[in-house]
């Protein structure tokens, strides 16, 4: 079960990363910076507005933000508190799944695919939630 969980945890770090360097590669391959002191780096002036892509990417960063802490907590919670271990790796394994396609839903402009990889991300962490409450019960 630690297996699977840690594999989450690992993969979701490098989905994470993955984001910031897609928002670099923009800001490089454009030479595009809203930050004065990094235009000046490369004899720029500061952009009024990052590009729409890092504007995206940025967006999908926030929403992990929002997800993936939870995910380490309860995750973490669940094999502390020695949950059901098919049911906990199926859940780690699918919401990692979720967020992966959410990252790539949200970079690519697909819906409903974006709004059913959140519902299904979400949807594992209240099944860990739950499993947590029944063993706290």
């Known amino acids: ?6 594999a989450s945890v690992l993969l979701l770090f490098l989905k994470m990363l ?5 928002q670099g590669y923009y800001r490089l391959r454009h030479l595009t910076f809203v930050n004065a002191e990094d235009a000046a780096v490369l004899g720029r002036t500061a952009a009024a507005q990052e590009r729409p892509e890092v504007r995206r990417a940025a967006q999908a960063w926030a929403n992990d933000l929002e997800n993936i802490p939870l995910f380490f907590v309860l995750g973490g919670l669940a094999i502390t508190l020695h949950t059901p271990e098919l049911p906990t790796m199926m859940l780690c394994a699918l919401f990692t799944a979720a967020r992966l396609a959410h990252t790539l839903a949200y970079l690519a402009a697909w819906q409903p695919w974006r709004t059913l990889a959140f519902a299904v991300g979400l949807g594992c962490l209240l ?4 499993m947590i409450a029944a063993r706290l019960c």
């Not at 079960?1 to 840690?6: D, E, G, L, R």
């Open 18 to 22: 993955a984001i910031s360097c897609y």
């Open 127 to 130: 099944g860990l939630a739950g």
């Open 1 to 6: 079960m630690i297996t699977v969980f840690a």
